[in-house]
């Protein structure tokens, strides 16, 4: 049916190509199609926010209802968004009905300041244990190659802690080390990053353009 796929196709042609075309055209209309094109995007934006929150609530009730493995801590999110949106309202309705003074407790603030704060760098110091186990893992110098990457880690952490300086010292040189951790980081490292970024850039250009043309059409929900 044309308006299942025929529409849809035109539609994403006509936008693609008025939102490529309008960066390159310096007239009036087409900052005011971009001020257009950003208001509908905050509009869909907002929608899509709707959609990942039932998308979430649909998981774990699915989860605590059928009592899948973990499904305590699928409580806890209903638990823990009760607590800050109840917190939040709470929050709005007693200054918008009393002269709250500046500095005064909040009960969202403290929910923010001493639970999520702490909960995230509790679990960003566990993920520092599963980076060191991947790094042991990816530089063992089973050939050239790795061997390599290898010597590049080690000169480059070395590079960055105090100790290599007094080291670099008693080889005639304090900033040794250092110098050779930069040269790494700004000519090696920086060429491989701009080839990831140009294959990355590359990949993201024909992407869009299998998009633009049709090619691609799993948004429409057929997969192929």
């Known amino acids: 049916m044309w308006y299942k796929l025929t529409l849809p196709l035109v539609i994403c042609f006509g936008v693609g190509v008025l939102a490529f075309v309008q960066e390159f055209v310096p007239h009036p209309w087409s900052a005011a199609f971009r001020e257009e094109m950003t208001t509908w995007f905050r509009i869909m934006g907002g929608f899509g926010l709707f959609i990942g929150a039932y998308s979430l609530l ?21 638990l823990g968004a009760a607590l800050t949106i109840g917190a939040g309202v709470f929050e709005e309705v ?54 390599l990457l290898l010597a590049a880690a080690l000169v480059v952490m070395f590079g960055r802690v105090p100790i290599s300086e007094e080291v670099g010292r ?30 990355i850039s590359l990949g993201a250009i024909s992407q869009s353009l299998r998009v633009l043309f049709g090619i691609e059409r799993s948004y429409l929900g057929g997969g192929g």
């Open 58 to 78: 649909h998981l774990h009730v699915t989860r605590i209802r059928r009592q899948q493995a973990g499904w305590g801590y699928s409580a806890f999110v209903f």
């Open 94 to 147: 007693r200054a918008a009905v009393a002269d709250v003074p500046a500095g005064a407790f909040s009960l969202f603030d403290w929910l923010y300041n001493y639970v999520q704060v702490p909960c995230q760098a509790t679990i960003f110091s566990i993920l520092a244990f599963f980076m060191a186990s991947a790094a042991f893992r990816a530089f063992r110098a089973r050939n050239v190659e790795a061997a």
């Open 170 to 199: 008693c080889l005639g040189s304090w900033d040794l080390f250092p110098k050779a951790a930069d040269v790494l980081m700004e000519y090696p490292n920086m060429a491989a990053k701009r080839g990831i970024m140009l294959g």
